[in-house]
């Protein structure tokens, strides 16, 4: 079950005091410890100064860094530092950079640079992590091992296509079992030694990014890159483990981020830590979706928000201030589903980089007297206070979505039916509704067993295209037993070698939803689709209309307009005790709500209702506690009935809170049940 | 004279049973003829699986499947399978692949990637025609050879760089010459040795996609190009005729795609084919014109509707369906402007590769219990009954457009005066007005004689920018000797060298249209011009307006606004006993109905009055039978008021069609006279 | 002060013979003496003719070309040739071609193509500037060496990089001031050997245009770039000054051209020339500010308005004509923003190349009886009358606006806080703001010492992001000694190595403006902010709202909305005798004015109210004499209200002109006071 992984509530984020002289360190010290600051994440980007030339190291400023924080009793997440490759490096060992999808190694700059599979990387990369593990292994205070920085680019040179050579090798064994899988009959492209197989790229087939001849070898290649990065992950565990068998290793990921299949990824994390940067129009859900999903990845353990910025971002079109509050508030969602940390990037404002405009705890005005350093003390003296209570619940969630990176490769390749098919979009477009409700949700994998799923009143699988051996028949597993399964358009319709199932969509989940699709149109923005539901109300659908033959299923929804007016949008399929539904357009938000509205009447669902930027959260704890967050994600007061089971007491003031209150803007209640 | 090229109405399309399961090649047989099909394009994609290496070539699954379709009386298209490089030949023989614009060689992937001028490709390429035609030439039911498919990339080899040197040479002569057509004194750019010429590609002449310093080389490397590529096919043509004397060669067309001269490559073409793939939202007219120009590349013989989607395509943004009887009357579309064939691509639909999502007979759902499968069979029992009378008419028309690729690729690369003059939309805009008012438009090379333009009672020129030696004559003289003739902005104003002829606007046509034009006007959107017409109505000018003085000519319609308001905007010159229209602005679609009635009555064109989305065309016979096409080709009932001379009776019930009646959506009339 | 350069008003262009028979050349002449024109530029783009090898020059065709103009009396802008590498120099020696942005050597073609450092092109390019010196100084009518052309192209080259790296060692003499100035502690880009350095590309650094890890390095680069052209001018210079000493050297600029520092650059030319290319919608504002710059980077000197076009452009979208008297006008706005000569390009037209559609006296209809040709005309008789009248005066302003393109650079790779925030458009807006008012305008550089600035009632320097040192002090120091000056945001807060500039905004001005800005709000389009005026006015802001604290400043204008609501958007600080204004968000048209009239009043700036599109400009004499230009820039009649002090009497017929009067469409008065 979850527990606290630390001891304390960490407060705190990036620190590069290497940018400074050592008479702003001291300074720093003191303004974040007034904030209430008790962590620093150090050594993000210092391989350059840590190891000077081949086989120099120089640990001198990282030693009074870190004995500057030991003695202010400062939690250290302590960075491997690999994420950027030093100048000399580069120069002396070109291997050691990344060529990228047009095919061009490149020189030194930039970040995110080292090519996975360079012989270079390989050797150096987990000799610096194992040298820091054995320096500062036994470091009072050392919270976590935070290895590289946001893994992200591919390579595609030589050493690379050698080892994914080796790759397919084991995974296929045969050229013929590769041909096969890979579908390669299709325009010619037989493979009859393994050294005719050249990366996918620019220069070869993937002829523009998202456009490849062979989907399959596509998908591949990017199994075999999130491998060789997990990889890069595990060599510098492996280093650190060394000398310390016991300190949390973990990476900061990016959420949603497309190149890594962070369920891989996340299996090696002794804890799951995130870096969220939500563009100034993105809803809470989004952000809500992107913690759930983060937690997931984690195995539902609680996680650490390694990064957000007190203020505002750098490198968005519209840089946009956060409000007064809104910081609070967005770090009480990420504790509310499932944080146990608020970090930041970062605590002190470079003034050179390019992220000097980024926000920080500490700004260029370099004063205490700012809005942005009294909202960050201010929550510091309120985590300080009630950090500890927290700490260590777990998410209960009656619902879960199921999130799959190869889906989500497989919708990227997909040439067809319409562009405006994107997989997150499609996932975000079900948990938001859900999300309007207060239903919790759990974002898991899509291997996820019978046994597993069984605890979800409810399990939906939107465009989940890609379907591994044995998901089908834990599905219809879950569901005969009880479960309520939502499948849509462009679910289930392919294998796991991306070939599409016979028989009508959506393949391997046909005879479970007792439907079958026979065609997908494509509709363009200016051509809704009309639907009446079975309640009378009409709504719309857009981007694809499937026309559905129910065969064993009941019509929850018809279309209105087009040839296939009165024929089937929303099927529902009854299967041993439980249900699965189908649908097949793109419904819009009143239609969704209404969908809502039938899984929360057949699944039982608990709800809770809102006004909009309203979210209620809870989060349970092994010791029975449970705690309520009540957040107004939004800039105006809202009104909110409490419903009597979430009712308690503040944990700020003690006073009770029940049925009808307003909250102010970006304001937030925490109850004890 | 038109003649039917094959025995029967061939019904069918690509079929690439090699992806497949032998199991399945069975089954589709039997479901394609429960479809009547009656055709299948094979082997397109094949190379790879023939030769899996240098010296090694294996037929046997080409053998099985063409016993089984000959067992089954299928016709076979039997493609070259060229089109595609196979992997081995790219590792060993790295010279095949094309290298791009950028300058970057390619590895293997994608489709479309031999260098045309490859030692390699030269060598295997024909070869490989050669065995085809060895082994298969007397296959029975062999309708016709399809070589490559889809020929386009341009390389920008050193191999291509090479050949293109002796190319010039040949053309030129000298270096003085070859400087004087390109205008080489302009910025400097003199070449003194044969060896200076590099190709003009990102990183020499040609900057961006469409600026070239100098047109003429650009424009010359476009005919080089254009050249090889055609000699690619008589290449393989001429292995073929080795072994097969008679069967038609062909290669798949694209109607208005720029790369290729099709005038050029259609001389060598025993038929024409092409691929018909119109986005969803094309007027019929846009899909009309294109049969037109792709008939008019065959000479005006009939031709082959080698490949069109029977539901919906993968490749656009927005891959939408074909409405219920779409696909039919697209087909009769197809058929009234000369094919003689109804091809798909494909028959079953593949379950991987790129083009997974593009619609086809057999569809993934793999049952003929779906809407395509019905139309398709309704089609097939219907051409099964009727498709040999339709074949081999001609197409007699009373007004010709000239549609020329040198001034399509010299508007290419025409810096000014407007980015919204693009070449394709000009012939287009002048098409589609005739169009409108069923007037039969054969499309024709500039270069046509004047005896054979005589046939015409009207010849438009659109944007015909470069004009080739004696062109002009022949127009002249067509004229004088009663045609009349339509020249627009940018028609006629440069010579075979992209240099423009001095002495105002239109230059070679300026006697001819009897009116100079001094200046051209660039409009942008939010600013068009009036036009004030002879009949009194006033329309607007867009994109363009040239202030023209008439010398010899009439006014027919003045601008109305700037500062030319009251000058000319179209003129008319009487020539012996013809016309020539000179029109300045690009009229809207008022403007345009205005310009085809002064024509009507001026030529004494004839015309057909239908509802928008109703076309009616007439192929006339040898034997002088005649049907008239009565195509609905929108989502609505129209009304249609047939006159006399069209009247007839029905093909499919001997029904009488006359008068006033009413026409399904995308319904269809077949009449005999 | 300033003096007429020349002993006439040229009057004349680009013309390039070598492109034409001569039997053309004569005609030319004779259609040019008839227009007025008095000069031609010719040679600019003849390299390749000049020296057609190695060791070859031939100066046949220039002697010839000279000796006609020479006879004709016309004046000669003679150019060295040298922007475009002849096609056999491209080829012998590669290293004379640039390398691109992305690490790409071009091959022979375009133009603007050579590499500033490469050995190739050190030696040739000065070479034969010193031989056309040698030829050509004692040619009668000489009146400037033209040098190169519109310097451009960026090199990325080994060379380049060579060179670079030994600047950077003279710059900083050690690694450590390199990595202070260039903060490589960020992202870990220390720095250990100077041949770790690599150049700031797509491949390394920069890895899309605008996004640098290290601004400071991206920008040395750009100093060097900048160098590296100016010394390829000097170059040429100093072989032309071997032998002639005195005929004025100059190269074409090009106004806000961002690559090069025209400042720089600009103190090495005897005189500044400029090629002035508005585009159809361009605000007249925009081109008086062009010229305003261009006076500026010469020191306030008159300069030559070496390009314009007499009709149409052919590169931009729409290439719209110049109205009838657009011209005219157009010239005039020049002269009277201190131009002494009229130049075109071109004085005829073209008929390949891809400038074939660019405006020209002479057009593709090679007649005089044109409309361009006379309005070409009738402003050269009136050049020829009253020409010599306008020249050699200078432009009195009471107002200055700085412009730096450091800052420009920092601008370009500021990361944040709003993408919307540009340079030129900053600049603009200001500028913008004083013409509606009529407020003439020097543009100077931000080291302008306080003594030259001592001349200015007002200053403004809008987001002058970069400051050098001694800048701030010189600044305080005007106004401290009663000079008004105006920051905006953005401005100050970087020093010269683009390191921001601790303890709140404008940094190096946060003294002088007596607030400072906290926090910068980024105001995505569809968020503007209310602004209330210190009269009551409401107007708005957008782009950015900073977060201004007055400390010893008071408030002009305050925020309406928003969290911010209440605070400071504009204040002003008074500094010994002086005032310094601290404006916070870019405030709208009536947000401006009312800034506008607050500096009107407070610095008693003259204005002269005219309607919108009438500019009205003064040019003053050494010898006393003024000229009042009063020009409508637009196309409807407006009736202007001179002020007294402005009257005086019409330099074309001696009229008076006083108070209220019409002024035609694209008409002018040029009075003498």
């Given at each position: 079950m979850a527990q606290p992984m630390f001891d304390r509530f960490y407060y705190g984020g990036d620190w590069n005091p290497e940018q400074w002289d050592e008479s702003v360190w001291i300074k720093d010290i003191r303004m974040l410890e007034?904030?209430?600051?008790?962590?620093?994440?150090?050594?993000?980007?210092?391989?350059?100064?840590?190891?000077p030339s081949?086989?120099?190291?120089?640990?001198?400023?990282?030693?009074?860094?870190?004995?500057?924080?030991?003695?202010?009793?400062?939690?250290?997440?302590?960075?491997?530092?690999?994420?950027?490759?030093?100048?000399?490096?580069?120069?002396?060992?070109?291997?050691?950079?990344?060529?990228?999808?047009?095919?061009?190694?490149?020189?030194?700059?930039?970040?995110?640079?080292?090519?996975?599979?360079?012989?270079?990387?390989?050797?150096?990369?987990?000799?610096?992590?194992?040298?820091?593990?054995?320096?500062?292994?036994?470091?009072?205070?050392?919270?976590?091992?935070?290895v590289s920085n946001e893994y992200g680019a591919y390579c595609y040179c030589d050493n690379c296509r050698d080892a994914w050579i080796e790759w397919l090798k084991a995974k296929y064994g045969t050229i013929e079992a590769l041909n096969k899988a890979w579908y390669t009959h299709f325009w010619g492209h037989t493979i009859y030694d393994w050294d005719d197989i050249v990366v996918p790229n620019a220069l070869s087939d993937e002829w523009e990014p998202g456009c490849a001849t062979l989907s399959c070898a596509a998908i591949d290649y990017r199994r075999f890159m999130s491998t060789s990065i997990t990889r890069c992950f595990t060599d510098e565990r492996a280093a650190i483990r060394e000398f310390d068998k016991t300190t949390p290793i973990t990476t900061n990921l990016m959420s949603v981020f497309m190149d890594i299949d962070y369920f891989q990824l996340g299996k090696e994390l002794d804890v799951v830590s995130w870096d969220s940067y939500p563009r100034y129009d993105f809803p809470a859900s989004a952000v809500a979706m992107r913690h759930d999903l983060m937690r997931g990845v984690g195995g539902g353990k609680p996680f650490m928000l390694m990064e957000q910025t007190p203020s505002q971002q750098n490198w968005q079109p519209y840089n946009s201030l956060k409000r007064p509050g809104q910081m609070r508030v967005m770090s009480?969602?990420?504790?509310?589903?499932?944080?146990?940390?608020?970090?930041?990037f970062q605590l002190r404002r470079s003034i050179g980089g390019t992220e000097r405009f980024h926000g920080a705890v500490i700004s260029h005005a370099d004063t205490e007297n700012t809005r942005v350093f009294r909202e960050v003390s201010q929550l510091g003296a309120e985590l300080k206070e009630y950090g500890k209570e927290y700490m260590g619940g777990h998410v209960e969630s009656q619902a879960a979505i199921m999130f799959d990176w190869e889906s989500y490769w497989a919708m990227y390749y997909s040439s067809g039916p319409s562009v405006l098919l994107k997989y997150v979009d499609q996932i975000h477009h079900y948990y938001a509704a859900l999300y309007r409700r207060n239903i919790q949700v759990d974002i898991i994998p899509s291997t996820t067993p019978s046994d597993q799923l069984a605890k979800y009143r409810v399990v939906l699988a939107p465009a989940l295209l890609m379907v591994k051996p044995g998901v089908p028949d834990a599905i219809e597993s879950y569901v005969r037993s009880g479960g309520r399964f939502v499948a849509t358009t462009m679910s289930g319709i392919a294998d796991e070698n991306d070939q599409v199932i016979l028989g009508g969509y959506p393949g391997a989940f046909r005879e479970l939803v007792g439907s079958w699709g026979e065609e997908l149109d494509a509709l363009p923005p200016e051509r809704p689709v009309g639907v009446r539901l079975e309640n009378g109300g009409d709504v719309t659908g857009s981007i694809v209309a499937e026309l559905i033959h129910p065969v064993t299923s009941?019509?929850?929804?018809?279309?209105?307009t087009d040839f296939y007016a009165g024929t089937a949008a929303v099927t529902v399929n009854t299967v041993g005790s439980g249900k699965a539904y189908y649908v097949g357009t793109h419904l819009d938000e009143n239609g969704m709500d209404w969908l809502t509205d039938v899984l929360v009447r057949d699944a039982a669902l608990e709800t809770v209702d809102t006004p909009h930027d309203v979210e209620v959260r809870v989060r349970d704890y092994d010791d029975g506690r449970q705690l309520v967050f009540v957040l107004n994600n939004g800039p105006e007061t809202q009104t909110v009935n409490l419903p009597e089971r979430l009712s308690g007491t503040s944990v700020f003031d003690g006073s009770r809170i029940a049925g009808l209150f307003d909250i102010e803007p970006y304001g937030l209640r925490v109850i004890r049940l």
């Open positions: 007034d904030a209430g600051i008790n962590e620093a994440t150090i050594n993000v980007f210092s391989w350059a100064q840590l190891q081949e086989d120099e190291y120089d640990f001198s400023t990282l030693d009074r860094i870190v004995k500057l924080l030991v003695d202010h009793h400062f939690g250290i997440v302590l960075a491997t530092s690999t994420a950027a490759i030093p100048a000399w490096m580069a120069r002396r060992h070109p291997d050691v950079m990344y060529t990228d999808f047009e095919g061009r190694r490149h020189k030194f700059g930039d970040r995110h640079n080292p090519c996975p599979n360079s012989p270079t990387f390989k050797t150096y990369a987990p000799r610096l992590a194992g040298k820091l593990a054995e320096r500062y292994a036994d470091t009072p205070g050392l919270v976590a091992w935070h009480y969602q990420a504790v509310a589903h499932g944080a146990d940390t608020v970090q930041f009941s019509v929850l929804a018809t279309y209105t």
